[in-house]
């Protein structure tokens, strides 16, 4: 089991998860970082005493050491204090709760430093999953993941104990977000607060968006490309409305396992944090008699073209993921803002996917470079 980790983002949604889930097992805090979220991050941090907190906004960051003063507690702030976090001395895992592209370089310091980590923000996997499992590799650290369907999948293939060659498919659940069912012409009309209500998971904004379009499943599917090595062919998503099935892994066999609880992250974030064990926790516990029934259905990818936008990414690799992600997160910040339409998410990324450059193999600059270029483009066309 871990017991000093680092939190990068833990003012958000898992991060929170994750204190609660760090408080229960009694394990230490070495760093905790967010963005602006001065006055939670003081609260955090007067309640788990790390010794480094970072907010990447200068500002607010100067706000927060004030503050702090009656503290041992070190402020640091910008980009060095997140890569500081990420490479603290003394913790043995970085938990990634940061969201979108900006959790790819703390991430890759941490590998670099030897840091097991705890991977919940997929953004990392999406746009650069070559490189990061490359040096997770070479560093001999673990990716362990956070994600609720890719912890179902870790927990059904024994943590990787088994051979990739035994498995014949995975399915990735899906619960198919607020708008399930609805055709194009509906879809075209669904406001930002029609899509921040989710049926089954309270999330952050952004993921709670992606979720709607489904171009979060798209990026899980990445995800669990990297994640267990399969090729894209392997990887099926079916919708899943109840999400009690977390995902299931079909064997050579025809055996099929799955992993099934209450919608609750904080079971997925802790076995991140004590696998192979398994202890006690905060998480909600899974009655079977009175959950819903199960059902299983396809995905509709043709009024929600984002998942197939995904898969298409996928197959072409290079940067094209980072490109798509790049756009998708500018898309989705805009259509909060309410300046874009719902489906100008697609056509913004769409759009990006068409642009990208062809690169075999993508350095980090590569990568940086698909992602900014993605993100003018997308603001230009709007
Ligand atoms: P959130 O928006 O609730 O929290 C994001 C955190 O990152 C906050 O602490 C924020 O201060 C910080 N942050 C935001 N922008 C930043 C930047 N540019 N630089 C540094 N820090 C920044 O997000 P969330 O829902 O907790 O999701 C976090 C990640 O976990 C995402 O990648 C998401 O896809 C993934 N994830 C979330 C859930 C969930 O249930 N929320 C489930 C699975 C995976
Ligand atoms: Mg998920």
């Known amino acids: 089991m871990k017991q000093r980790l680092s939190i990068l983002g833990s003012t958000g949604s898992i991060g929170r998860q994750s204190l609660e889930v760090i408080a229960a097992l009694g394990l230490s805090v070495g760093a905790l970082t967010a963005h602006r979220s001065g006055a939670l991050l003081e609260e955090q941090a007067r309640a788990f005493r790390p010794e480094l907190v970072v907010l990447t906004d200068e500002h607010a960051a100067r706000d927060l050491a004030v503050r702090l003063g009656d503290t041992p ?8 204090g997140l890569l500081e976090a990420a490479t603290l001395e003394g913790v043995d895992a970085v938990l990634t709760a940061v969201v979108g592209a900006a959790g790819l370089e703390p991430t890759l310091a941490a590998i670099a430093a030897g840091k097991d980590i705890a991977l919940a923000n997929k953004e990392t996997l999406v746009c650069a999953g070559a490189l990061v499992t490359a040096a997770a590799r070479e560093k001999g650290v673990r990716l362990l993941p956070v994600d609720s369907e890719h912890s179902a999948i ?8 088994r051979p990739r060659e035994e498995v014949r498919r995975i399915l990735l ?14 879809l075209e009309r669904v406001t930002p607060q029609e899509a921040l209500r989710h049926p089954n998971w309270s999330m952050g904004a952004k993921i709670t968006i992606d979720s709607a379009t489904m171009m979060n499943k798209g990026f899980e599917v990445m995800e669990a490309m990297w994640l267990y090595d399969l090729p894209l062919e392997k990887i099926e998503v079916v919708i899943h409305r109840e999400s009690v099935v977390h995902s299931l ?30 202890v006690p926790g905060p998480a909600a516990t899974l009655d079977l008699l009175s959950c819903p029934k199960l059902t299983f259905s396809p995905p509709d990818r043709e009024n929600f073209p984002c998942l197939e936008l995904a898969r298409e990414a996928a197959r072409q690799g290079g940067v094209a993921p980072a490109a798509l992600n790049g756009a998708n997160e500018v898309a989705v910040a805009l259509f909060l803002e309410g300046r874009l339409g719902f489906y100008d998410i697609p056509r913004l990324c769409a759009a990006a996917l068409a642009a990208a450059p062809k690169v075999a193999e993508p350095t980090l600059e590569d990568i940086l470079a698909a992602d900014a270029g993605a993100r003018a483009r997308a603001l230009e066309m709007v």
């Open 173 to 186: 659940t899906a619960s198919g977000g607020p708008f399930y069912g609805m055709d194009r012409s509906a």
């Open 73 to 80: 507690i070190r402020v640091a702030s910008g980009r060095e």
């Open 249 to 278: 892994v079909e064997f050579q066999d025809g055996a099929v396992l799955a992993q099934l609880g209450a919608p609750d992250m904080r079971l997925p974030i802790q076995y991140a944090l004590t696998w192979p064990e398994r």
């Open 154 to 161: 870790f927990q059904c293939l024994q943590g990787c104990a």
